[in-house]
């Protein structure tokens, strides 16, 4: 979702609606008019008109998360929409547009899907227009410290508790973890060392099953013997701050300012950002 809305809002249609729709969650017999609409008394239940969530987003982006889990049945309505933007509610003969983006996501691999039949290949090609691969955040241990620090910063503003520190022993631990639930994983995990916390001091000591390290490993090794917690250096802080600031460069994708931009990120203002950048000889695209 995070991904979806970040095109949607960097992108011409950002001043129209984001529509999320969770496409396992869904009743079988509700999909049509949960996509679609629906007039009064099609069916038991339908008291009044109804839009879809392909109307509601006109104009703007539909966001289909767990579009394998859509019937085969629908599937042929649904590329329908895609190719011509045209449908109709469920017990309406009139004709409606709609102009949307259309992004999907799954974790299923759908083209094992189409080969057992339960995908339609037609639809499969018309949605991987443009295919975006989320890298698991085991993949991508360097952005751990950025995130750890967001996750930080919201959970302690929710709970109106101190923010914490969080030392390299910290990082170490966490970047030695599998994190097969991938950042909401962490975000878990964050959330429950704040809780337990004593003061401002994390232990990431008790993990999720799924995330916890293999004792054996030389990861776990490391980070058993930097638990000891230490005072950062000059050069330490120094190095610290560069990697905060180019993470948060490579998740705005260059971008300092405004809205999703790395001064945002990292919670400054955009001026200090670049002081600092200017400082330790960072350069903006």
Request: glycine share 6%; net charge positive; with cysteine.
């Amino acid at each position: 979702m995070r991904i979806a809305r970040a095109i949607h809002e960097r992108s011409e249609r950002s001043e129209r609606p984001l529509i999320k729709v969770n496409c396992a969650a869904i009743p079988g017999d509700l999909f049509e008019s949960e996509f679609f609409g629906h007039v009064k008394g099609a069916f038991t239940g339908a008291l009044k008109d109804r839009a879809g969530r392909f109307e509601l987003a006109d104009g703007g982006t539909i966001f289909l998360d767990e579009v394998a889990e859509i019937p085969l049945q629908l599937q042929s309505k649904l590329l329908r929409v895609l190719q011509e933007g045209q449908f109709e509610r469920v017990g309406e003969e009139k004709t409606r547009s709609t102009d949307v983006r259309v992004i999907a996501a799954t974790n299923s691999d759908l083209k094992l899907d189409v080969e057992a039949r339960r995908f339609r290949e037609d639809l499969f090609f018309r949605l991987n227009v443009f295919p975006i691969v989320a890298v698991p955040l085991r993949e991508r241990l360097e952005d751990i410290p950025l995130l750890a620090r967001h996750f930080i910063n919201l959970v302690c503003t929710d709970l109106n508790r101190p923010v914490p520190h969080l030392s390299q022993a910290n990082v170490k631990q966490l970047q030695a973890c599998s994190w097969r639930g991938n950042i909401r994983e962490l975000q878990n995990v964050i959330e429950r060392a704040i809780i337990v916390s004593r003061g401002r001091r994390l232990s990431f000591e008790v993990l999720t099953l799924d995330s916890a390290p293999n004792r054996s490993s030389s990861a776990a090794r490391a980070m058993e013997e930097t638990a000891r917690e230490l005072p950062y250096t000059e050069a330490e802080r120094i190095a610290r701050d560069k990697e905060n600031i180019l993470a948060a460069l490579r998740l705005a994708n260059g971008k300092i300012s405004g809205s999703a931009g790395a001064a945002e990120l990292l919670e400054i203002k955009p001026t200090t950002l670049a002081s600092r950048m200017k400082k330790l000889g960072i350069k903006s695209n």
